[in-house]
């Protein structure tokens, strides 16, 4: 925290160089928080790449006494991602991913395809729950940052992430018969 | 393999992200083009509103300037239809 404080300090006294260091700390959790919002592995980078250039720009604006860089950063491309996600218009239905309950029971379910079926049912859980679940339990964020990028409270976010893991256990259940 | 071993395994897959070799130079290099675009473009009219918005002094200046130029105007149309 602090050591990002001096990074953020040098930054806006005009030592560019130093976003290198808030770049190559947030470049993997970033892009897989977006790449699991939007599911569009294409344009995840180039989505990143605007939330990296926006959080540069706006820079002189973030508040340590407000929030944590991370929380603030997370916010930012959170925002992108729904914004990116509207302007596909990927919540129309017509586009939704298929539910994965089409399945032979009689199939041998491998790992890549039970992954690939997990990843399906995130995908078909309410927009809330899945970017509360992919931050709590991918990101590894606290719930708290989670409340404050959200703009929810804290029983909301706990509710959110329980009703989503709820979800995917019970499709992993049903999954998992499958499997051999 | 059970379940939760599934479950875990599959958000320790989720959590492991390929990020492009270049990204890091890509945001950079659209940072110093930036930094460099707002060197160059000062004297272009968008920039300059810009600059002056930041500075309340700037603006004042500006204001005050217009302010100037509208009395002098007013000042010499009263002076041509009066002494002229």
């Known amino acids: ?180 | 393999m059970k379940s939760e071993e599934i479950y875990h395994a599959w958000k320790e897959q989720k959590s492991r992200v390929e990020v492009g070799a270049d990204f890091c130079d890509s945001v950079m290099d659209q940072i110093y083009r930036y930094e460099g675009g707002k060197k160059m473009s000062l004297f272009k009219s968008y920039r300059l509103i810009e600059v002056v918005s930041a500075y309340p002094v700037a603006k004042a200046a500006v204001i005050a300037a217009g302010a100037l130029i509208g009395l002098g105007r007013v000042a010499f149309m009263v002076h041509i239809l009066l002494f002229t």
């Open chain 1, 1 to 180: 925290m602090a050591l990002e404080t001096e990074v953020i300090r040098r930054i806006l006294e005009g030592d560019i160089e130093s976003f290198r260091f808030l770049l190559e700390r947030y470049e993997k959790p970033v892009i897989s928080m977006i790449r699991s919002i939007t599911d569009d592995r294409e344009s995840c980078e180039d989505i990143a790449q605007d939330v990296f250039f926006t959080v540069y720009k706006k820079l002189a604006s973030f508040d340590p006494a407000r929030s944590d860089f991370s929380t603030w950063l997370f916010t930012i491309a959170r925002n992108k991602s729904l914004n990116a996600l509207k302007k596909k218009r990927v919540f129309s239905a017509s586009e939704l991913p298929e539910r994965t309950d089409q399945t032979n029971p009689s199939d041998c379910l491998t790992q890549k395809e039970l992954f690939e079926r997990l990843d399906g049912e995130l995908q078909v859980l309410p927009s809330r729950q899945r970017r509360a679940f992919v931050m709590a339990e991918i990101e590894k964020l606290s719930y708290e940052q989670i409340a404050q990028i959200e703009g929810a409270r804290l029983g909301t976010i706990k509710s959110r992430i329980n009703r989503a893991k709820k979800k995917l256990r019970s499709a992993l259940a049903e999954l998992d018969g499958e499997a051999v």
